[in-house]
């Protein structure tokens, strides 16, 4: 574990750290093709491993009866190691959100949430052990930065879920991970690569990858500009969120320390080239602090900024955190700040609180080892 960090200490190079085998979702088609053949086995065999593992959800050598039975092991053990170890699970909503601890190959521990709605299931997976942007509200960044997730361990996080669904493990049936969040454990942004490697294989058709709509994606981030550009560069039509928290930068110097780099005018700026380049609406978080940024003049400031864009804002109540002074804010409060956020004609919803009870929602994230 990294050392608690002092407030406003940010973390943007994560430690140095052995990394997790080679798996087949870090790698491309083309990628893999190569990686079979160093193994001694035919290109096709690739194709074949990645239909078993992103269509059919396997990662079995028994179920795999096309592949001749002594490569079978071996291509799996070189290429589907298994990189995930789930430790517990926790259920509420009669089952219907489920949030795992995994343990990773060095002992990390992340966890990942699955909501299953009537229309749809939303997976919220984590891009890193521990953050690094320490926002003084949020559980995970409370406890540091251990280090960078690979690409295929963001990916078997979906993948556990997809499996679960499939199964008939989450009641309402077998169904299939419609949406994915980047509202985990971690800073997607400054995870980029694997991140990116990720969200290709999330929305490549199977069986290069999951098959899931780009639409169904969202990346969430603190508001690293540099990396937002590069984003809107990529050609991925993924919805970009942004936590943003507080209109003016005296109050988001404090409750997300990256502001003291990139000031909210800096950071609405890539957000808007962002919408422009993408045409994808960018949400704004904002967690509502009690007597803290829930001024009916602040929600006036802020619906002045986003007034006229492609927006819409996500306000959170916000989720208690273990040793935080800070609560939600009062019912009419909140009403309020909804009401002035519309009178500027900005699009707003409050998000529900799913998985509060087990310290599944936004901000609680932070893998604290189980009671034996
Ligand atoms: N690091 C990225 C991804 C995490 S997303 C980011 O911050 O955007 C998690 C979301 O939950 C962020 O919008 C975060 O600001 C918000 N959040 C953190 N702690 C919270 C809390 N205690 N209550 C409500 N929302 C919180």
């Known amino acids: 574990m990294s050392d608690q960090p002092k407030t406003g200490q940010l973390t943007f190079v994560a430690p140095r750290r052995a990394k997790p085998q080679r798996h087949l979702a870090d790698l491309t088609m083309a990628e893999r093709r190569a990686a079979v053949t160093e193994l001694g086995e035919k290109p096709f065999r690739a194709d074949q491993l990645s239909r078993h593992y992103f269509a059919k959800l396997t990662g079995s050598p028994e179920e795999m009866t ?34 795992t601890l995994w343990k990773l190959f060095d002992g990390s521990l992340v966890e990942s949430v699955l909501m299953r709605y009537p229309d749809r299931v939303t ?15 949020c559980a995970t960044g409370q406890a540091g930065l251990t280090r960078n997730m690979s690409t295929a361990e963001i990916v078997e996080q979906v993948v556990a879920g997809a ?23 971690g800073e997607p942004m400054a995870n980029y690569k694997a991140v990116i490697g990720a969200v290709r294989r999330l929305v490549d058709p199977a069986p290069e990858g999951l098959g899931i709509s780009a639409r169904g994606v969202t ?3 603190v508001g690293l500009v540099p990396a937002i550009e590069k984003l809107a560069a990529e050609g991925l039509p993924v919805t970009l969120a942004v936590s943003l928290h507080a209109p003016d930068d005296e109050l988001r110097d404090t409750l997300v320390p990256i502001n003291t780099r990139w000031k909210v005018a800096e950071v609405l700026g890539a957000a808007w080239d962002y919408a422009a380049k ?13 007597d803290i940024n829930d001024q009916e003049w602040r929600a006036d400031l802020l619906g002045r900024l986003l007034k006229g864009k492609l927006v819409h804002v996500n306000l959170i109540p916000l989720n208690p955190t273990p040793g935080s002074k800070w609560t939600a804010s009062r019912p009419e409060d909140e009403r309020a ?3 002035r956020l519309e009178s ?9 609180t799913r998985g509060r009870e087990i310290d ?10 189980p009671a034996p």
């Open 219 to 221: 990346v969430s981030t």
């Open 344 to 352: 500027h004609g900005v699009a707003v919803t409050v998000r529900d």
């Open 163 to 185: 499996r679960a669904l499939a199964r008939g493990d989450v009641p309402g049936g077998p169904a299939r991970v419609s949406n994915i969040v980047f509202m985990g454990m």
């Open 278 to 290: 993408t045409k994808r609406r960018v949400s704004i978080e904002y967690a509502l602090i009690k």
């Open 123 to 137: 997976m919220c997976v984590s891009s890193q052990a521990g953050c690094g942007m320490n926002c003084p509200f």
């Open 337 to 339: 700040f909804v009401r």
């Open 66 to 99: 096309d592949l001749p039975g002594d490569s079978r092991e071996r291509l799996v053990s070189q290429l589907m190691p298994s990189l995930l170890t789930p430790v517990r699970e926790i259920t509420c909503d009669d089952g219907m959100t489920r949030k």
């Open 360 to 369: 599944g929602a936004c901000g609680q994230l932070a893998a604290a080892t």
